[in-house]
């Protein structure tokens, strides 16, 4: 290590005792989380199970959350697969919870370190990488804002627990690094790395792989000068090869769009963004970067980002602007740019609002980097003026340490209030969830404790929802989206707690609700445990017997209007669906706004029962008893991988309302069975594209090399010290 180093590895050194010694509560906190670390983590437990089941290859079906969905068929999977395989390897050693808290308060910890090793790789002296890793949380937005970019709103337990986000990010910032190294000096080597970079990222999170991408793009049109073509080309021999890597997750995902839900629950702002106006009037009142506090980190990126515009010639300059400047246009989102952004290459699909964490990324880059041209600048002046402005960095530091730390004393403060408060009830909750347990054990189904948007959000056992745990006893669950990516899951909040006949069309088994308060009358009360009710609910599960009386004629892309009208009809109650399969047009075109149709007389007698069933993993079978024919309705989203038998032969799932699947039966009594099995395309996929990532590189042709990464120094260029 040279002793040009030591500056930057020093405040390395301070940005991870800081956040190490803060952060230390959520190895207990993070144990009983209130955010998105309840999907993540039974998500990581169930990507273990995989494992060990021998499920598809990385696309298993998942039926805790919006009446099932095989989640890593569009939901990145890598983070998921290092925590499970985590979760493998010291199982026995600690519990599962314990495990995932400690690795997340390591990706916590170790993050400023990702800061720096990409900020040298993109050339910043180590003074300015030690600055970005010290601000590598300092980001504290306004609102919901703080809940998506680099500060740890976006991380902690009071925050929003994006995990993927944060396992992505240490992979971008230094695959950006590795990227311009590859682009300028040509290596073979380098861009091998920054290929598999690239494509780690986007496994690990959609959207910040897309901007490893873009990034990657833009240091090749913004690097030294003279030398774009081969900085193009080079571009081209690394992002080739990454997509071959990502093929067997993008063709698959691609393949099966019609069953990926765009949820009409979701704010307008997630897929939009908030619009030039609203970002640019955060930003310079100081609430994107410094809500809370004095606008110091606001400041720096002014400073900074006016030292890198006069230092333009200056290849590293001229990135950074571009890097930053670009990102936060594309947090204007389509809210400015409208279906421009596809010129981008922004899919429809694709949520805006998250560009905000590329962007603070970028912006702590290129404040570090200016700061330092400055203090280059005045030390050729006066040495002694080097020294003023490492002193003003060190004041404008101050409020955002102080601002930090209360943060970050105010979650543990309320992290352990929720954990006292369990360890008071916990005996009470795991009783009634031993209950609810027993319940499903009779006959399978789901289960339910009040919605987001009512009374289940103040029903909690400290700062959680009771209908949180129900995740981590994996048990399936209506109350709460914690994904929206099913067809299904934007009807499943229509769901009415008070109608029986809708309990039994989602085949909720189980409520718990608060004891003492009056419940629904078809709710049978099962047991009481201190604060906690436990009912039982429909008699039925995830089977059911049905008939097509109908079938649906408006757009087939979802499901939605055709089970809002099927939900609102009397058809669930009389046990009747439609269809929503071109191969079954059975009965009556229904169009949108007509009134459901009536069951033919031959309909009307039908007779059957669901003798019984089971849920074995995520194999669903039943034996069924009719007086004719008709069909087995399976209360799960229905998708083209999902394979049914009729007494262990094959036999089609028809798509019917409000999304479910439903299979033709004989009269007679029968055994059915429904399971996932997506194929073998993607190990396919993932084989070649391994392969033909390996041979591309004997590839003989080799760009020439371009000049030094970093110009060396001279009398005119910018002393890298502060």
């Not at 936060?328 to 699909?349: E, H, I, K, Q, S």
């Not at 003023?388 to 960095?393: C, D, E, L, S, T």
């Not at 009830?425 to 969830?433: I, K, R, T, V």
Request: charged share 15%.
């Amino acid at each position: 290590m040279s002793r040009s180093e030591i500056p930057g590895l020093a405040l390395l050194a301070c940005a991870i005792a800081f956040t190490a010694w803060y952060a230390a509560p959520e190895l207990r906190m993070n144990r009983l989380p209130i955010n998105d670390v309840i999907l993540h983590l039974s998500a990581s437990e169930r990507m273990e199970s995989t494992f060990e089941h021998g499920e598809p290859f990385l696309d298993s079906w998942v039926s805790e959350w919006g009446l099932g969905y095989p989640i890593w068929r569009s939901y990145q999977p890598l983070p998921h697969v290092a925590a499970a395989a985590l979760l493998r390897l010291f199982r026995g050693f600690a519990a599962p919870d314990a495990i995932f808290a400690a690795f997340f308060y390591f990706l916590l910890i170790a993050f400023p370190v990702s800061v720096y090793i990409g900020a040298r790789l993109l050339g910043l002296p180590p003074p300015a990488a030690g600055l970005a890793a010290l601000l590598a949380f300092a980001p504290s937005a306004n609102g919901d804002l703080s809940r998506f970019g680099i500060g740890y709103g976006s991380q902690v337990w009071r925050g929003a627990g994006l995990f993927t986000q944060l396992f992505a990010l240490h992979l971008m910032a230094i695959a950006v690094g590795v990227t311009a190294r590859a682009l300028d000096e040509g290596k073979r080597s380098q861009r091998v790395v920054a290929g598999v970079l690239l494509a780690l990222t986007a496994l690990s999170h959609i959207i910040f792989g897309y901007a490893a991408f873009a990034s990657a793009g833009l240091l090749a049109i913004a690097g030294p000068r003279g030398q774009l073509r081969q900085r193009l080309v080079r571009f081209l021999t690394i992002a080739l090869p990454a997509l071959l890597l990502i093929a067997w997750f993008v063709i698959p995902m691609a393949l099966t769009r019609e069953i990926i839900n765009h949820s009409r629950w979701e704010i307008a702002e997630k897929w939009n963004s908030y619009g030039a106006a609203f970002i640019l009037k955060e930003l310079f009142a100081g609430r994107l970067l410094d809500a809370g506090r004095f606008p110091a980190l606001t400041l720096l990126l002014a400073v900074g980002a006016l030292g890198a515009v006069l230092t333009s010639t200056d290849a590293r300059s001229r990135r950074l602007l571009l890097l930053t400047v670009f990102w936060l246009l594309m947090f204007f989102g389509r809210a400015t740019f409208g279906r421009l952004v596809m010129l981008a290459g922004v899919p429809a699909d694709m949520p805006m609002h998250r560009f905000q964490g590329v962007f603070e990324l970028n912006a702590i880059l290129l404040a570090a980097f200016g700061i330092s041209q400055w203090s280059g600048w005045l030390a050729q002046r006066d040495r002694r003026l080097n020294l003023a402005v490492a002193g003003a960095v060190a004041i404008a530091i101050i409020p955002i340490a102080v601002e930090r730390a209360g943060y970050m004393k105010e979650n543990t403060a309320w992290g352990e209030d929720n954990v006292a408060a369990y360890q008071k009830e916990g005996p009470d909750l795991e009783a009634a969830m031993d209950d609810v347990g027993k319940i499903l054990a009779e006959r399978p189904g789901r289960v339910f404790a009040g919605y987001s948007n009512g009374w289940g959000t103040q029903f909690k056992v400290g700062w959680a929802p009771v209908y949180a745990f129900f995740s981590r006893y994996h048990y399936d669950q209506v109350s709460y989206l914690y994904h929206s990516m099913s067809k299904t899951s934007d009807i499943m909040l229509l769901h009415d707690e008070f109608n029986p006949v809708q309990d039994t069309a989602f085949a909720i088994r189980a409520v718990v609700r608060p004891a003492g308060e009056a419940a629904p009358a078809h709710l049978r009360l099962r047991s009481v445990h201190g604060r906690l009710a436990v009912f039982e609910s429909s008699p039925q599960g995830y089977f059911g017997i049905t008939d097509l009386v109908g079938h649906w004629k408006g757009p087939l892309d979802s499901p939605f209007d055709a089970g809002v009208a099927w939900l609102n009809s009397p058809l669930p109650q009389r046990g009747f669906v439609l269809s929503l399969d071109p191969r079954a047009p059975a009965g009556p075109e229904v169009a949108p706004g007509a009134a459901m149709p009536e069951p033919t007389p031959a309909q009307s007698t039908l007779r059957g029962l669901v003798a019984s069933e089971s849920k074995t993993g995520e194999v669903y079978s039943a034996r069924v008893v009719l007086n004719q024919p008709a069909y087995a309705l399976l209360r799960i989203t229905w998708n083209p991988d999902l394979a049914a038998t009729v007494d262990g032969r094959p036999a089609p799932l028809i798509d019917v309302t409000p999304g479910f699947g439903a299979v033709a039966v004989p009269a007679g009594q029968h055994d059915i069975s429904v399971q996932y099995k997506p194929g073998v395309l993607k190990p396919v996929l993932f084989v070649f594209g391994i392969l033909a990532f390996g041979l591309g590189w004997y590839y003989p042709g080799r760009p020439k090399p371009l000049a030094a990464h970093v110009p060396a120094p001279s009398t005119k260029s910018v002393v890298n010290s502060f």
